[in-house]
């Protein structure tokens, strides 16, 4: 058996679809469009690369980009400053600051300080609250995108083993929150965890959260699961290029059912899970209804 390959930028692309038609509408029926604030500080390049990409598709689905890049040296007061000022206007419906951030700056108290109704990342510690209590709120990007993918395969999750490999407050918590709310039977595994393998044995749907190319291997995979690979991990290649792997090994195809491949998978939908997060945020600012984009 070969597992069939979720094509995650194809659904990104329809989501981001979805969200540029209701960006119009809002513009013709409401006279307004929403806001988005990228908050870069500094000059990793990774960072640099997502938030070109970031911008890109904030442009592509008609929304206002106010994108702060800040240097190196910035401090805390004044990146609490510049938080401060994207909160109270009105026009920015949706922060994120790109993380890591400078070791002078304390990042929870950045998170902390970004309204909660505006953090379309959904790190707040209110989101996350809100996300644990099954209360409405703005969810994580990633985490978020890793359900749309997993019900492209199961119409629905109720009464799935699940498996989550990682705890961190990015991905592997919120998506076992996630899952939860959708009734699914939630494990969440990490690297203290006693005999992975059959951990992951159990599994009907498996989400590996680990930062680790390639660890998932084959025989750790039920027959016939759908598991879902949110890792970028960048390894060396042939002439001494990098390539992006994931951290299930390209064997796992021959025993899942289902395969988000990276790249190309859960990556894509990230982008498109932050614009939808923003077309929310800026609903719920006006007090209109959030567009049912299926999302
Ligand atoms: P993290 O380092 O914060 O967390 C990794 C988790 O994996 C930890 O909870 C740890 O307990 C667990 N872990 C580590 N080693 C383990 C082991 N040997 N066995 C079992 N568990 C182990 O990483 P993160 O921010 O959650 O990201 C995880 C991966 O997802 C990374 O590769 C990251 O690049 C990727 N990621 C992808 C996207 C995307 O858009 N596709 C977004 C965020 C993160």
Not at 71 to 82: C, Y
Not at 91 to 119: E, M
Not at 186 to 194: D, G, M, Q
């Given at each position: 058996?070969?597992?069939?390959?979720?094509?995650?930028?194809?659904?990104?692309?329809?989501?981001?679809?979805?969200?540029?038609?209701?960006?119009?509408?809002?513009?013709?029926?409401?006279?307004?469009?929403?806001?988005?604030?990228v908050v870069?500080?500094?000059?990793?390049?990774?960072?640099?690369?997502?938030?070109?990409?970031?911008?890109?598709?904030?442009?592509?689905?008609?929304?206002?980009?106010?994108?702060?890049?800040?240097?190196?040296?910035?401090?805390?007061?004044?990146?609490?400053?510049?938080?401060?000022?994207?909160?109270?206007?009105?026009?920015?419906?949706?922060?994120?600051?790109?993380?890591?951030?400078?070791?002078?700056?304390?990042?929870?108290?950045?998170?902390?300080?970004?309204?909660?109704?505006?953090?379309?990342?959904?790190?707040?510690?209110?989101?996350?609250?809100?996300?644990?209590?099954?209360?409405?709120?703005?969810?994580?990007?990633?985490?978020?995108?890793?359900?749309?993918?997993?019900?492209?395969?199961?119409?629905?999750?109720?009464?799935?083993?699940?498996?989550?490999?990682?705890?961190?407050?990015?991905?592997?918590?919120?998506?076992?929150?996630?899952?939860?709310?959708?009734?699914?039977?939630?494990?969440?595994?990490?690297?203290?965890?006693?005999?992975?393998?059959?951990?992951?044995?159990?599994?009907?749907?498996?989400?590996?959260?680990?930062?680790?190319a390639e660890?998932?291997?084959?025989?750790?995979i039920k027959?016939?699961?759908?598991?879902?690979?949110?890792?970028?991990?960048?390894?060396?290649?042939?002439?001494?290029?990098?390539?992006?792997?994931?951290?299930?090994?390209?064997?796992?195809?021959?025993?899942?059912?289902?395969?988000?491949?990276?790249?190309?998978?859960?990556?894509?939908?990230?982008?498109?899970?932050?614009?939808?997060?923003?077309?929310?945020?800026?609903?719920?600012?006006?007090?209109?209804?959030?567009?049912?984009?299926?999302?």
């Amino acid at each position: 058996m070969t597992a069939s390959i979720i094509d995650g930028k194809a659904i990104a692309a329809e989501l981001r679809g979805k969200v540029t038609e209701a960006v119009h509408r809002l513009l013709r029926d409401r006279g307004f469009v929403p806001g988005i604030a990228v908050v870069l500080v500094g000059q990793n390049p990774a960072s640099e690369v997502y938030v070109r990409n970031k911008s890109k598709a904030v442009t592509e689905a008609g929304m206002r980009p106010f994108d702060r890049h800040l240097p190196e040296s910035v401090n805390e007061a004044e990146l609490l400053d510049l938080i401060a000022q994207l909160n109270a206007d009105p026009a920015v419906h949706g922060i994120l600051v790109q993380l890591p951030l400078p070791k002078q700056i304390d990042s929870q108290k950045i998170i902390a300080a970004i309204d909660p109704d505006k953090d379309i990342d959904g790190f707040h510690p209110m989101n996350a609250g809100r996300l644990a209590s099954g209360l409405p709120g703005l969810v994580p990007c990633t985490p978020l995108g890793c359900i749309i993918l997993a019900k492209k395969v199961h119409a629905s999750l109720t009464g799935l083993e699940a498996v989550v490999i990682g705890r961190s407050n990015i991905v592997g918590k919120p998506v076992a929150q996630l899952l939860l709310a959708e009734n699914a039977t939630v494990t969440v595994a990490h690297s203290k965890t006693r005999d992975l393998p059959a951990v992951c044995r159990r599994a009907d749907l498996l989400v590996a959260a680990i930062g680790r190319a390639e660890m998932v291997r084959g025989d750790w995979i039920k027959p016939g699961a759908t598991v879902i690979d949110v890792g970028i991990n960048r390894v060396a290649g042939q002439g001494g290029k990098t390539r992006i792997v994931g951290d299930v090994a390209a064997e796992v195809a021959q025993a899942a059912g289902a395969l988000t491949p990276v790249p190309g998978g859960v990556g894509p939908m990230t982008i498109a899970c932050l614009l939808a997060n923003t077309l929310r945020a800026a609903c719920m600012q006006r007090g209109l209804p959030a567009p049912n984009i299926g999302s």
